[in-house]
């Protein structure tokens, strides 16, 4: 078995190339501590917090019309939406707007390339994501550490103004509709009001239950007052002994009696006259408008109370977001990690100058000019 088929060739090709090796890896942890020390440091500030529900701008539960429990933190659904908002690109071209990061980080917004470097850029020392408790952290990295924590700040509370405003569209377009519904609907009542007047006035009802129980009564005491009278006539007209003024008084009293009943029996009424007839003919109609009249007022009653109270919860300013800890200045750097660097650069160095060491050793007998010569042609 040869020396380079055994670990302890192996050793003996490290010691020979020693010299060779220490120098190399000198170099290495020389040039990794000069490369390291160039390097800025970076400080990460990190904000938490938790979605808020979209419960809560509800107006049924802010108005406790509905027996749901309120559920104040908001679901998956709305951490996977606030997730998406934070990563979005409006989010990331406020950042860059508000904070003038073209001259932080020395970009030329003027260049062709200038906006997509940037932003790239900003992504790479910008981080939005759910953590193991399903709370939501942003966190921004950069040289000044005051910076990054306003950087950091600023990224949740737009995460929070572009999560409302999106509420609040959704909000403004049921109220739009409910808007242009209670007009319709104001044009149909005062329509129905003028037809339910039309009728009370072709018929002469303005009050049917009282209306009716009146004619009613009337009609009974025209009915009882021709009986009676009818009665008395026929008892008193041939008795002598009656004076016959008191007969002419009773007839009187039967002919009005009897024309009171025609007149309230009477199909054909005469200026407007209240009859049976025409009351009877005139109720149903005048009872489905009042009932349609009464429907509507209702309907739009409730339509605009509904309508306030979503123009309420429109107007009332809800948080999106449930702030767990806000972003304070570092006062530790995040990066760079200079004795990692100068570590992993040794170990490279080692092992790269020991395989070279190795190649070296294998390879010192091959005659190279031999081995490159070009063989004759036949």
């Known amino acids: 078995m040869q020396k380079h088929d055994n ?164 909000q403004a377009k049921i109220l739009t509709a409910f808007d242009d519904n209670i007009r319709r609907k104001r044009t149909e009542l005062s329509a129905l009001a003028d037809t339910m007047l039309q009728m009370r006035t072709l018929y002469g009802i303005y009050a049917p239950e009282s209306q009716g129980e009146f004619l009613a009564d009337q009609v009974i005491s025209a009915e009882a007052g021709v009986v009676k009278n009818r009665a ?17 008084y009773i007839k009187a009293d039967l002919r009005a009696f009897e024309r009171q009943r025609q007149m309230l029996i009477s199909n054909n009424p005469k200026d407007g006259d209240l009859t049976v007839g025409r009351f009877n003919e005139g109720l149903p109609k005048v009872s489905i408008l009042n009932d349609l009249h009464f429907q509507a007022r209702k309907q739009l009653s409730y339509d605009l109370e509904r309508y306030n109270q979503i123009k309420s919860a429109y107007n009332t300013d809800i948080p999106a977001v449930h702030i767990i800890e806000t972003a304070a200045k570092p006062l530790i750097k995040s990066r760079p990690k200079r004795s990692i660097i100068v570590i992993a650069t040794l170990v490279a160095a080692f092992l790269f100058s020991v395989l070279g060491a190795l190649m070296a050793d294998a390879y010192r007998d091959i005659n190279w000019k031999a081995v490159t010569r070009e063989e004759p042609a036949d």
């Open 7 to 170: 670990l302890l060739g192996v050793l003996q090709t490290i010691y020979r190339w020693r010299k060779a090796i220490r120098n190399v890896c000198i170099l290495a942890v020389v040039g990794s501590i000069g490369f390291s020390l160039m390097l800025k440091n970076h400080y990460k500030a990190t904000t938490v917090f938790y979605p808020a529900s979209t419960q809560l701008a509800n107006p049924e539960l802010m108005f406790g019309t509905t027996g749901q429990v309120t559920d104040y933190f908001g679901s998956d659904r709305e951490l996977d939406r606030l997730v998406e908002i934070a990563n979005s690109g409006e989010l990331i071209n406020f950042m860059v707007w508000k904070f003038q990061l073209y001259q932080h980080y020395g970009y030329d917004s003027t260049s062709a390339d200038g906006p997509f470097k940037v932003r790239a850029y900003l992504r790479s020392l910008y981080d939005a994501q759910k953590n193991k408790n399903d709370a939501i952290e942003v966190s921004v990295e950069d040289t000044d550490p005051l910076l990054a924590a306003e950087m950091a700040n600023a990224a949740r509370d737009k995460i929070d103004q572009i999560a409302q405003r999106l509420n609040k569209e959704s």
């Open 232 to 248: 008395k006539l026929e008892v008193l007209e041939n008795n002598p002994a009656i004076p016959r003024d008191t007969i002419a």
